[in-house]
């Protein structure tokens, strides 16, 4: 049930008017039939995939499962690739003709060939969340939660700057997918969490610090699992995460969504910063549009939404049990 399936989008123009003939888009399908039970879309972050829960590799198998969070017994769930992070073979070389909108549509558009009219939530991570967030604008009585983690409704000019600088390395370093992902790492986590994790440790030859070690050893690890190509795509659509329509009001926009939004932020984030969640808060609630707010507690910054578990456990709880 949860191999990996294959779909086309033919004649495609993107948002910014380039037109494909046809997008390769992959998916996984976990638990129930499609459309024989509730449908919960599960949106992937920079570098993931489609592989929610698989025993080794599966980047939220303790939310994703038979008696998890999102119970595979109870539920449908789709995880969808995004068409160019190469995790079915396929790469954009053009990675700046689309954005997290068309990502957004392209997902609906394979929803809609699916036949599925609605589903019970949304959810993501990181630009995951963001693309939720794309997806609750532009068709905004599909969804009946729609849940970004770590994440808002669009990148902020911190996110673009880091993309920015990510790019660069990307595109001019010695070893780009090393030197870009030691970077990130940085953003991904905080001091406090480097902190406990390292403090000042050596390695046993005492040659360099074990945080050194630990940075080397992601560069390494994400260079031999990811394209270079995917990640200057993924880091593009980071920066493009702006789901209010060109010549939209925010309030417009939200005001058309008849979901419920349940935002989960991060105390200690350093990407997404919680701040921008509380003014999006703000802004739900003045349009008296059905919202939950919470935030994770914990030291491990924006990486805490792939940590910190149980609170995510006890936070949705209520909304994923409600049903079964």
Known sequence: MDILKHHKIHNYQTTKGVRYS???VSYQVFGQEMNAAPVVVINHALTGNS???????????????????????????????????????FLIEQYKDFSAKDIAIIYQRVLNDLNVKSVFAILGGSIGGGIAWEMACLFPDFAKYVIPIASDWKASDWIIG?????????????????????????FYRTPASFKEKFNRLKTKEEESYA??????????????????KAYLLMNHLLSTIDAVPQGKTIQNTFAKITAT????????????????????????????????FFEIKSIHGHDAFLLEHQQITEFLAPIFK???
């Open 51 to 89: 592989d929610l829960n698989s025993p080794d590799k599966g980047w939220w198998r303790e939310i994703v499962g038979a008696n998890q969070l999102i119970d595979t017994n109870h539920y449908c769930v789709i995880a969808f690739n995004v068409p160019g992070n190469g995790y079915d073979g």
């Open 261 to 292: 939004i349940v935002q989960i932020s991060i105390e200690s984030d350093l990407f997404f910063v919680p701040i921008e969640n509380y003014e999006t808060k703000k802004i739900l609630d003045d349009l008296k549009i059905p919202n939950q």
């Open 162 to 186: 880091q993309s920015t600088i990510q790019e660069s390395i990307l595109l001019h370093a010695n070893k780009p997918m090393e030197d870009a992902r030691k970077m990130a790492m940085l």
């Open 211 to 228: 945080v050194v070690s630990w940075l080397d050893h992601h560069g390494e690890k994400l260079k031999n699992r990811f394209e270079l």
């Open 322 to 324: 409600k049903t079964i």
């Open 22 to 24: 046809a997008i390769p």
